[in-house]
Nanobody, 123 residues
Framework: VQLQASGGGLVQGGGSLRLSCAAS????????MGWFRQAPGKEREFVAA????????YYSDSVKGRFTISRDNAKNTVYLQMNSLKPEDTAVYYC?????????????????WGQGTQVTVSS
């Protein structure tokens, strides 16, 4: 089971980026996919999650209204569209996969993790 995150980069405040997370190795139709982020010196925190089956979505308060999580089942890929980026969004972003049910906001819920992609937002 592998998760490959991509799409990070350097962007000015107010700009946009789209992250992708490609899953391979098994069918993730029953899994929830999440995005977390970790800024230097801080703990990893929940950003967003989406279920595969009914596409229910969940967001942290800090990104709600600016970020959108979506998925393409045919490509086994999850996206995180990030708009109106702020310097405080600067972090390494990780995608993760875990079973349906439970607390999607808790990183311990997830069994598989991608390698992370760096997002840097300049002021």
């Amino acid at each position: 089971v592998q998760l490959q995150a991509s799409g990070g980069g350097l962007v000015q405040g107010g700009g946009s980026l789209r992250l992708s997370c490609a899953a391979s190795g098994r069918t993730f139709s029953s899994y929830v996919m999440g995005w977390f982020r970790q800024a230097p010196g801080k703990e990893r925190e929940f950003v967003a999650a989406i279920t595969w089956s009914v596409s229910s979505t969940y967001y942290s308060d800090s990104v709600k209204g600016r970020f959108t999580i979506s998925r393409d089942n045919a490509k086994n890929t999850v996206y995180l569209q990030m708009n109106s980026l702020k310097p405080e969004d600067t972090a390494v972003y990780y995608c993760a996969a875990g079973p349906s049910g439970g607390s999607y906001y808790n990183m311990k819920h997830y069994d598989y993790w991608g390698q992370g992609t760096q997002v840097t937002v300049s002021s």
